[in-house]
């Protein structure tokens, strides 16, 4: 069955529960019924990341793009995934430590998880063609906010002196400081009176008292 058509996401094969066998059709689902809001519920180690991951590597094959947002971390996998598949791809990202508890170098333990990695995609099916797709379908950027793991993000970077060409605009200095106490504001939840609103003339005069530092 030709599941690389668009709209269909490949999310592996049927398993017979009581026994465990795989079905050899593969288990597909329609893109088009994720339009709305979704939840994937399962008790702890049942699949739900696994399962989340699969549904965006599908999406990026059908170029459709996608906003994670990952306290956890775990979907950062999405950017560990080389189409070659070879060991020289694996050996930065494996752990040394690990390596050596098996007597391994760390290019002898990345050569063998390769291997595991080649013949556990086989058996369901899936290539190395298919992750170059997904691949060269999709650009990643990852964000980190407070980190320089990634590409930093500083909401306070936001806050800092606007430059000369606005400070010496009473006008445009007065607007940037107004927008940015009422976005402020509005985190909060709260939808402040430009004119009445005692927190938003604070925040406003805040700003204006810095930058008017040069800070």
Aim: some cysteine; charged content about 20%; glycine content about 12%.
């Amino acid at each position: 069955m030709n599941y690389e058509q668009l709209g269909v996401f490949y999310l592996g094969r049927e398993v017979d529960a009581s026994t465990g066998a795989r079905a050899a059709h593969p288990f597909l689902y329609r893109s088009k019924d994720l339009l709305t809001h979704g939840i994937c519920v399962g008790m702890t180690g049942s699949g739900k990341t696994g399962l989340c991951i699969d549904v965006l590597e599908e999406a990026a094959i059908d170029g459709i793009p996608a906003i994670v947002i990952d306290p956890k971390g775990d979907m950062t996998n999405l950017l560990l995934s080389f189409p070659g598949l070879s060991g020289a791809d694996l050996a930065p990202w494996v752990n040394p430590d690990e390596a050596q508890q098996q007597g391994m170098s760390v290019g002898e333990f990345a050569e063998r998880q390769a291997k595991i990695w080649n013949d556990g995609l086989a058996q369901w099916g899936q290539s190395r063609e298919r992750i170059a797709m997904m691949r060269q379908n999709c650009d990643f950027r990852l964000y980190t906010p407070g980190d320089e793991g990634g590409r930093p993000i500083s909401i306070l970077e936001q806050f800092s002196y606007p430059g000369d060409a606005v400070a010496t605009d009473s006008r445009a200095l007065a607007e940037l400081a107004g927008g940015m106490a009422s976005a402020l504001l509005g985190l909060l939840g709260l939808n402040a009176d430009p004119v009445q609103s005692r927190e938003y003339i604070l925040l406003t005069n805040i700003l204006l008292a810095v930058w008017l530092q040069r800070q």
